[in-house]
């Protein structure tokens, strides 16, 4: 690029646009990648634009196809940023800190590749490629500052993700998050309350506590009941109406934590706690640390303490050596956890995993032939649960964006406090994101509820406020704002004012 073609790229607006892939600790980490670029003077790309001046992809490494789905999106870049001066594209997360310098040699065209510890640098890192002209590439071994400490972009002015903890110390063999991510490392308990309280000050009325393994809470800090403290601690917070957490372990989760949550009035009827198999022998392999029968009983112990407690998972089929008895296994705690919901895979070979090397490989039409049993009887069972809740009155949080048919129906989308979503009439009052109408459900599909009659009730909420101000502030921004240059070093923590992976 010449220097004609950089003074061009920099001059007047300079847009962005992050693609997020894998689990909700990349949604939340691609929020302080947009609050990083904001920071520096970029604006967000309008929807539907072709091309943002700066593209990031902010990777997974989960899933076998992770790969080709990020160099076929790479590919298709390509002519745009030739055509384009001063364009540039960069990769972080989970696939750029294992693959490192791949990225630049099967698309050359790449400016930036940073990993999953160091997401701060990214606007140095765009800017020493600019002036360099040839791409970065910087991956950092371990946390270089926990990443609450960097500006953020939060998707949602009512609902936000609150990280409690980084890394993971599970060998799980199928995972490949442990060796991408670290090592569990823990936030200050005072500095977690402090960003909640921050939030709620703002106008967010939920959070979502969230860790790679998030109620191992406490294992760096040396306090085995710390996560328990914590959702008590989330209780005591005046304007904080509804706590979430995700993902669990079967193996830290103590009767404590179903205390917590059943004894906690803000703490949401919602657990997703993952299965992965239902086979002893198979979770032996998985190097998985509990058996059919604890799950199963931490299961029975949260239904007993939280009667409507909606129950979700993830599954795991065609693991190496698994066998037809294994799978049955899986049906089995499948029929007896009756989960409301169930994330489900087909295995996916990663390399570097021990899992990848094991004997007994699955052929993909077996695989494939299991996987869709699972998800008829998941399917059937979801259905069954549903249907049970028709005629309760249930108070909704209205959600923004998750009813894709709301404009051609004439409703609106809410989730109840179990987090089921539910489609419902649109009252003759304005109802915004953020506030609660109380409905009577109808309708039960597999995945969704509908509540067909009027709204019983509408409350007007600081969450809808902080929205509505969001939303007329977006409206009213300026086209552009002139790129200022990105700070050197690691970002000044915000002020106190300011605000997992399917393989748990």
């Known amino acids: 690029m010449s220097s004609i073609d950089r003074s061009q790229s920099v001059g007047g607006t300079r847009t962005y646009e992050v693609r997020t892939y894998g689990c909700q600790m990349n949604v939340h980490d691609s929020e302080r990648l947009a609050g990083l670029l904001e920071d520096a003077g970029y604006v967000r790309a309008p929807e539907g634009a072709d091309a943002a001046d700066v593209v990031v992809f902010n990777t997974c490494a989960v899933r076998e196809n992770a790969d080709n789905k990020l160099y076929g999106n790479l590919g298709h870049l390509a002519p745009k940023k030739a055509a384009r001066p001063g364009m540039q594209i960069a990769v972080g997360g989970c696939l750029a800190q294992k693959d490192r310098d791949t990225i630049v040699k099967k698309a050359p065209w790449v400016d930036v590749v940073f990993g999953t510890h160091n997401i701060g640098k990214l606007p140095v890192l765009l800017e020493r490629a600019r002036v360099q002209e040839e791409a970065q590439v910087e991956i950092a071994e371990s946390l270089e500052a926990f990443p609450s400490t960097l500006p953020t972009r939060r998707e949602s002015a009512y609902a936000a993700w609150v990280s409690i903890s980084v890394g993971c110390n599970n060998t799980c063999t199928f995972c490949i998050v442990p060796a991408l991510r670290g090592k569990e490392k823990d936030r200050r ?283 007329a502030a977006e409206q009213a921004k300026p086209a552009g704002v002139m790129l200022g240059l990105p700070k050197i070093g690691a970002p000044e923590p915000l002020p106190v004012a300011a605000s997992a992976c399917g393989c748990d």
């Open 189 to 471: 308990p005072g500095d977690i309350l402090a960003e909640i309280e921050a939030l709620v000050a703002e106008g967010v009325s939920e959070v979502t506590l969230l860790g790679q393994n998030v109620n191992a809470y406490g294992s760096d800090i040396g306090d085995r009941e710390a996560f328990s403290k914590l959702l008590r601690a989330c209780g005591k917070i005046d304007g904080l109406e509804r706590v979430r957490f995700t993902s669990p372990h079967p193996r830290d989760f103590t009767d404590d934590v179903i205390a917590a949550m059943a004894e906690t009035p803000n703490v949401m009827p919602q657990l997703h706690m993952p299965l992965q198999s239902g086979s002893d022998p198979v979770l032996k392999a998985m190097r998985r640390s509990y058996r059919q029968e604890r799950f199963l009983g931490i299961i029975e112990k949260v239904r007993a303490a939280i009667p409507h407690a909606a129950i979700s998972t993830d599954i795991i089929v065609g693991f190496p050596g698994e066998t037809e008895e294994d799978f049955e296994q899986t049906l089995h705690v499948v029929r007896e956890a009756r989960f409301a919901q169930a994330f489900t895979f087909q295995y996916s070979k990663r390399p570097g995993t021990p899992a990848a090397e094991m004997d007994g490989q699955i052929p993909k039409k077996v695989v494939q032939e299991r996987y869709e049993r699972l998800v008829a009887l998941q399917e059937e069972i979801s259905w069954e649960e549903n249907k049970k809740q028709v005629g309760r009155t249930l108070e909704l949080m209205v959600a923004e964006g998750e009813g894709r048919k709301d404009d051609t129906t004439h409703r609106l989308s809410g989730r109840a406090p179990d987090n089921r979503l539910v489609h419902f009439t649109k009252p003759d009052q304005e109802v915004r994101p953020g506030d609660v109408v109380t409905v009577e459900i109808t309708y039960a599909a597999p995945h969704h509820l509908l509540a067909e009659g009027p709204v019983l009730d509408v409350r007007r909420t600081r969450a809808g406020d902080a929205w509505e101000k969001r939303n």
